[in-house]
């Protein structure tokens, strides 16, 4: 399944040695054709990786013929020797699979400021491409594992197309939008141009991707690529296909929040009532950022001051007492003030349920976050990462 | 000391049984003139506790007679009901100290979302006035303690002039800019207009108070009030003056800093090089909240990797590649990239400072901070606060 769900596609995943500890490390990606469309996504913190800036480059032909991935460094803050790492990377992908080095994606993650073991890496690809194969989906998945606990994919397929959209994602701690600190590589059968697969990917990313805050840290090395094989032959209505895109998208998202580290609460924040989208989305960040509402919920309190209080640090338009907020379903605040009872409110399970009305117009936003936990801290300070 | 080493002032500080536990909780500052000018700065937050609505109209009239200030509940998200019990708490104190409620400025802090036990305050209130004393500044600022370990006083005596400045403040979390989540009464027996007090406090609050950032949460009832008896009779030159409300503000703001929820490190963030210090003040407060450096620097790990990553997100004026990052002392990121051996970076003591230079420009700022730690998690997850 994964990347090699959709025909036209074969991956392979490899330890390569980049990891000291022995774990896969290196996968590959390669689009068979008979289309290379691509289009990418890429963070927008403005310390960019190595593989970014390069990546960033290739995209803009659109066309993609293959992504290498590795995991056990970001190759981020490494100047211009990471930059020579990076192109190093694809000029010896482009050798080994004979096309341009100019078609060759990078994406790399893991602890930032460190050089990459080229003299693994290098070997790593033409290993790689030794191995690759229609059923490579799942080794590749597991390759760019850093933190998290399972790997994630996720596929849809047209019941009347028959093409399919598949994808892989890797992140679990530095997630926040623009985008989570996550690699991303999405492939399809559909034959489709590489404007519309922008199109599609920009706008499923948006509502997705770009709305799952963990931890409120932005990276340096995010990456979402979708690349089309167009091996199906069939071009379906770009409607159908941007929905596929976005519910791979949206599967993956919620798995990555489901794997945030430490996480013992998966926190959905769905503010209602906003005069805008915008507004809906600054509300929905500065609650899902709020590190005292985040110790609250992990502690099953439903301290929804702590909610008001997050709300008032925004520009959004609302009137202080016109403010409700739900907790798993009860109303704990209302016009500003106290609601039903929060004795009433259940948090026994996993996922919490926060509603914000802010009374102001006809516009949501979701944006899933977790809670702060004492394994958070332990996760992202016993050791780098 | 505290709000009583000012002459011209009296205070009282008991336990009325607003907590349960039958600590001190309401404390009464009195100035006792000649002058009784004053200045006030609030919360920006956009949902005011009730009691910071009625201060900012008291403080309209550049005249304060007196402030009563309770802990055990922050009359925050208490609707018109937490107004009307404000507005009595004013009236009371006007009734047993002969002036008008116009004149009385009100502080609350504590739980949000619950409305005060006026039964116990207002008589608390009487009692208070009973006690008032020339010596009364400490049992004052003992009764404005919540999750504080240690109350908080500062003085700074003219040796010219004569005159003094001195304070006393409660805050340890919910601290973050505009202001943190705290209560400071100064006091001063110079002979200082309205004017000029705001002046001195809006310039003293806006690089001290304004650049603590524990933990990137901004309070409901944040206050900071500044009272003037004009009892030396003295008029200090303004700059004199302003320095030592700096001086004091800077004094309350590190004992903040230093009792801050569960934090085992503070963090000096200094961002030099900065082509604005506007630039200057939205990187340093965007590493300060970073939670993953934050995580780092409690496991003492010098990942500059995530300090790059914060500086990235803001929109200040720098050049990726023109970035240098030291970690007390040892400069390990250098043009970006990787620099001196962060072997090298000893991080055995509470303090920790850090600088990023932007290499844009000559503007600074420092902004304070601590680490995040699972005693943080647990103190604000354990109960509601």
Request: with cysteine.
């Amino acid at each position: 399944m994964s990347v090699t769900a959709a025909k036209g596609f074969t991956a392979a995943g490899i330890a390569a040695g980049i990891k000291e500890n022995g774990n896969p490390d290196l996968a590959l990606v390669v689009n068979n054709g008979p289309r290379r469309a691509a289009a990418g996504v890429f963070t927008s913190n403005r310390v960019k990786a190595a593989p970014v800036l390069w990546s960033e480059q290739v995209l803009k032909s659109g066309q993609v013929a293959a992504v290498v991935l590795n995991s056990g460094g970001a190759n981020a803050c490494t100047g211009p020797k990471g930059f020579q790492d990076t192109h190093a990377t694809a000029e010896k992908a482009a050798e080994v699979l004979g096309t341009g080095a100019g078609e060759i994606a990078v994406c790399s993650t893991g602890l930032i400021g460190v050089t990459l073991p080229m003299d693994k890496l290098l070997p790593g690809v033409e290993t790689a491409a030794g191995r690759l194969s229609e059923h490579g989906g799942e080794k590749a998945a597991l390759a760019i594992k850093t933190t998290d606990s399972v790997h994630k994919t996720a596929v849809r397929t047209s019941e009347t197309g028959g093409w399919t959209v598949g994808g892989m994602a890797k992140g679990a701690g530095m997630l926040a939008p623009g985008l989570a600190t996550m690699l991303v590589v999405l492939t399809t059968d559909a034959d489709v141009e590489a404007e519309a697969l922008d199109r599609a990917l920009r706008a499923a990313t948006r509502v997705t991707f770009d709305r799952v805050d963990s931890d409120g840290c932005m990276s340096t090395n995010d990456t979402v690529l979708l690349l089309a094989s167009g091996a199906t032959g069939v071009t379906p209505a770009y409607e159908e296909f941007a929905e596929a895109v976005r519910a791979v998208c949206d599967d993956l998202g919620q798995q990555l929040i489901r794997d945030a580290e430490g996480a013992s609460k998966d926190i959905k924040v769905e503010v209602v009532g906003a005069a805008t989208e915008d507004d809906a989305v600054e509300v929905g960040r500065s609650i899902a950022r709020n590190n005292l509402l985040k110790c609250a919920i992990h502690g099953e309190d439903p301290n929804w001051g702590r909610v008001l209080s997050a709300i008032g640090t925004t520009k959004a338009v609302f009137e202080p007492d016109a403010l409700d907020v739900a907790i798993n379903g009860v109303w704990v605040c209302k016009n500003g003030g106290v609601g039903e009872d929060r004795d009433k409110v259940d948090m026994r399970y996993r996922e919490v349920h926060i509603v914000a009305d802010l009374g102001a117009g006809d516009a949501t936003a979701t944006i899933w976050t977790n809670d702060l936990t004492a394994d958070y801290v332990h996760e992202n300070s016993a050791y780098s990462s």
